[in-house]
């Protein structure tokens, strides 16, 4: 064969195997790409599988429940909003031995007097009945208890007569109770587990609370909670309420509220009502403000869809259907409280200032006439001062400035005017003279030092024409020196429960012109306090309603949007003779 014969076959085959290289190259890097994209797709399918075996797992697995030890020290560590957090989610079982030792140490947390000594209980039975065994004969109650309610939830007749003994000792222990329809039913539900000692002994406690409020303890603070509620539901339940008001055209809403408490306590099952109890043994009584607005919302739905609840069936007596409602309530307890503390906008500032106002606003209609200003009646009967806040009004009539212009028994009665005046918690506390100018002198430091730091104070002013007036000052004077974000002292602070008073020679009340309503009212109708190194101001807003110098001896009073006064003397400007501060024991 001719040799070009040869190169040109060769040069062939070296090209037939080079298009045999490229094509298994190319062959083999789409073989890799494509095991790439298969074990990337193998690997996500994996991944995604991995997720949702999670996601159902965490859905179908319950979280443990958690422990008496684990709350206590959570308690001990000042973590009270991890406990809250935890009472709010964890169901333990009705008959879980827990709540045993959870409620007496919930309970334990709100007392502010000294631990109780062991066998004190005993002792305050046998000071009550002469003995510790328990009577055969029926047990007369306190006149607090209200008789139609004294819900005994499946408790024993033995069990009943634990009760009854119970709410006497607490009773003889606590006169200033004047009317506690709820305490009662807590007494029964605290006797299913625990025994009658330490049922007390947590009874004493939410009675005794001073930063949370649990039981009411006389009718004027029953009153003001149902109306509380009922004004929060005006807020938060208004499709309820227009619907009530719409099948009901003369229907009063306070004949439905008036019974707010024993929807939950008489209608609710008691298993229900035994998780209300894990959160409101340490949250308090707004617990139970949510449950009622959650029955409310669940009860007009049911309304709109089922017949047993029509409009023909419910609307002669709302009240009465609320509480058969609430035996058949078609949630379970989780989702009821789920519910409860779903609702947005239900802080306790905003529940604490709607109680303020309403609680203002019956003293002030109770107590003046605001056409005449004459004095009406200080309080109904049910309303008179306990005999120890009787007791702390004589103490203060021996110090009170007026005493030496009025014979002892008219400054008795003004006294007791002023009373009735003051918030309601604050008449169970005793008033002690924090200053005064006829032993401390004339001095505005002398005045701070004494007094800043006390919440409240009354000041009391006689001029030296024997006009007498003050004030109630509802925050402490040392705000004076609060700063802002700017680092710049705040010109004016307190709130909406300072009041001006005159009481010589008129007797009246000018309570925060906000009671009345929430409208806005502008920034002059919120000017309560205001102190410097050179002078008080009390009231504000195209004037000031008491004004004092340096000195105190020199003032002037006017009329002020705040209060909405007129001047409390009539010559408007004034010389003191006496400045008088009051505070309260145990505050």
């Known amino acids: 064969m001719p040799k070009s014969c040869q190169l040109l076959d060769h040069e062939k085959n070296r090209e037939k195997r080079q298009r ?7 062959k083999r890097k789409e073989n890799r790409e494509n095991k790439r994209a298969t074990d990337q797709l193998e690997y996500f399918s994996k991944q995604v599988a991995c997720q949702r075996n999670y996601l159902i797992c965490l859905q179908s697995k319950e979280p443990a429940l958690r422990s008496h030890t684990e709350i206590q020290q959570l308690l001990q560590q000042g973590k009270k909003r991890d406990v809250k957090n935890i009472l709010r989610e964890n169901s333990w079982p009705i008959n879980s031995p827990i709540r045993s030792q959870l409620w007496p140490l919930l309970c334990g947390q709100h007392q502010t007097k000294q631990q109780m000594l062991d066998g004190f209980y005993w002792e305050m039975v046998h000071q009550v009945f002469g003995t510790t065994e328990l009577s055969e004969k029926p047990i007369m109650l306190p006149a607090f208890v209200d008789a139609t309610h004294c819900l005994p ?66 009718k004027l603070q029953h009153e003001v909670t149902w109306k509380t509620v009922m004004q929060i539901a005006k807020k938060h339940t208004k499709s309820a309420i227009s619907y009530f008001q719409r099948i009901c055209p003369g229907l009063k809403l306070e004949r439905v509220f008036m019974d707010w408490c024993w929807w939950i306590l008489a209608g609710l099952p008691f298993q229900h009502l035994v998780r209300i109890m894990d959160c409101f043994f340490h949250e308090g009584i707004k617990v139970l403000y949510r449950v009622a607005l959650v029955i409310l919302n669940l009860f007009h739905k049911e309304c709109q869809s089922n017949n047993e609840w029509s409009p023909d069936n419910i609307k002669n007596d709302i009240g009465n259907a609320l509480i058969k409602f609430c035996k058949k309530i078609p949630v379970s307890p989780a989702k009821l409280l789920h519910a409860a503390f779903s609702i947005r906008g239900l802080s306790t500032q905003y529940i604490s200032r709607i109680f303020i106002k309403t609680e203002m606003l019956l003293k002030s209609r109770s107590v003046l006439n605001s056409g005449s200003k004459q004095l009406i009646k200080s309080r109904s009967s049910d309303n008179l001062p306990t005999s120890q806040s009787q007791v702390n009004i004589q103490m203060m009539s021996h110090t009170l400035t007026i005493r030496e212009k009025l014979h002892s028994e008219s400054c008795r009665n003004l006294l007791f005017t002023l009373w009735s005046w003051l918030p309601v918690r604050i008449t169970m506390y005793q008033p002690v003279l924090l200053y005064t100018t006829e032993e401390h002198g004339c001095s505005l430091t002398t005045f701070y030092v004494r007094v800043e730091q006390h919440e409240p104070t009354l000041l009391m002013i006689k001029t030296c024409n024997n006009e007498v007036f003050g004030a109630y000052c509802s925050s402490r004077w040392f705000e004076r020196n609060v700063k802002d974000d700017k680092g710049q002292r705040q010109a004016y602070f307190g709130t909406g429960e300072t009041f001006l008073f005159s009481l010589y020679p008129e007797r009246a009340k000018y309570p925060w012109v906000g009671i009345e309503g929430d409208k806005d009212l502008g920034h002059s109708s919120e000017l309560f306090m205001a102190a410097d ?55």
């Open 20 to 26: 045999k290289h490229t094509q298994n190259r190319r």
């Open 153 to 218: 939830y499946h408790l024993t007749s033995t069990g009943r007569a634990v009760a009854d003994r119970i709410v006497n000792v607490l009773g003889y222990d606590c006169p200033d109770i004047t009317y506690s329809p709820v305490l009662y039913p807590i007494t029964s539900i605290l006797l299913h587990f625990m025994s009658e000692e330490e049922a007390y002994i947590c009874l004493a406690g939410l009675v005794g609370s001073k930063e949370k409020v649990f039981i009411n303890q006389t």
């Open 533 to 587: 190194s050179k002078m008080i101001t009390i009231g504000g807003g195209e004037g000031q309603a008491i004004w004092m110098d340096e000195n105190i001896r020199f003032g002037k009073t006017d009329s002020c949007k705040t209060f909405n006064n007129p001047p409390l003397c009539p010559s408007g400007d004034f010389e003191i003779r006496v400045l008088e501060v009051y505070g309260f024991v145990g505050i």
